[in-house]
């Protein structure tokens, strides 16, 4: 499967982005989002400049990022040990039946 060119607009700046196909959802998602933090940055008046409004933009998001990533950092070692649980109790209630 070969990658193909999608094509993305930020800031009125068109692009083409080699991507696979199953991932074009994806990044055109993820370029409607960069271009709209963009535009917002841009609106307070407080940056000028395509290049600084990106960084801004993407300081923005990798600051929510590592958020959501904190708080979920330890749901896998939940899961983990709610299934260890679960197993318990489906064990327990097998030796109940039994009797």
Known sequence: MSNKGVNIS???RDFSVACP???QEDLLEAARYLDSNMKDIQKTGKI???ER???MAALNITNDLLKLQ???AGQ???N???ESLQSRIDEVL???EAY
Do not use: N
Request: proline share 4%.
């Open 10 to 12: 930020i800031m009125g």
């Open 21 to 23: 196909p199953h991932e």
């Open 48 to 50: 000028i400049g395509a």
């Open 53 to 55: 409004c990106a960084i």
């Open 70 to 72: 904190k708080s979920t």
């Open 76 to 78: 896998d070692q939940i």
């Open 80 to 82: 983990s040990r709610l």
């Open 94 to 96: 097998k030796d109940a």
